[in-house]
């Protein structure tokens, strides 16, 4: 039986709130800091959007975190406004508006994630590979969270062929296959997902995201205590 997130299931039945969207244990984050090739004020202003969505996503009072997230997208903007073909930048302008959407809910979110899937699209334009594939990874979430026409974008054939595409450029990392993982459970293939699971929960430590490995490993282990219990 295929498990619909509660985003999907509400909008599609009653026009309810963005409820599960990049809810707990569907937070999306980048899978490695910025290439050395990048200059060094875009790289420090990536990893400090990294580090602040991290405390945001882990560490700050579910009802508190729209109006963090929202800030944050501001720093996001100014950042993208200087740097407009930035590829690690508007990857993460995209994590945190999806982020921002999820954390706020209702139907005035649907706007949010467009903006999220406008950003992950043109990072992909620039640098396909951008931040090892996290911006395939954050649209193939986007894709099978959303619920499809006519209410979303949401597509289950470009979210397996857009994650798909993550763990090709990533193959062993956290984010890449956690998300494939959530897919798989979200279609119903149970082992599938236990076994990408188990794979993320085995990922390699990010240095300098170590708040953000230790939330999604949470994530990981109550998501396979739930396919195992």
Known sequence: ??????????????????????????????????????????????????????EIKYGTAANAQAVAFEALAKEADAAVAAHPRDAALLTWRGIIEASWAGAKGGLGALSLVKKAKADFEAALA????????????????????????????????????????????NPAGIDSNYFWADFLRDQGDEAGAIAAFRKALAAPARPGRESADAGRRAEIEAALAALEG
């Not at 969270?145 to 993550?166: K, N, S, T």
Request: cysteine-free.
């Open 126 to 169: 620039i640098d396909e590979g951008v931040l090892d594939g996290s911006a395939h990874t954050s649209l193939g979430s986007l894709y099978y969270q959303v619920p499809g026409w006519p209410v979303g974008f949401g597509d289950e054939d470009a979210a397996r062929e857009h994650l798909q595409a993550g763990l090709r450029l």
């Open 1 to 54: 039986m295929i498990v619909r997130h509660p985003l999907t299931t509400a909008l599609l039945a009653a026009a309810l709130p963005f409820a599960g969207l990049f809810a707990a244990g569907t937070a999306v984050a980048a899978d490695s800091p910025p290439p050395a090739s990048v200059a060094a004020p875009e790289a420090s202003t990536v990893t400090g959007l990294q580090a602040r969505w991290a």
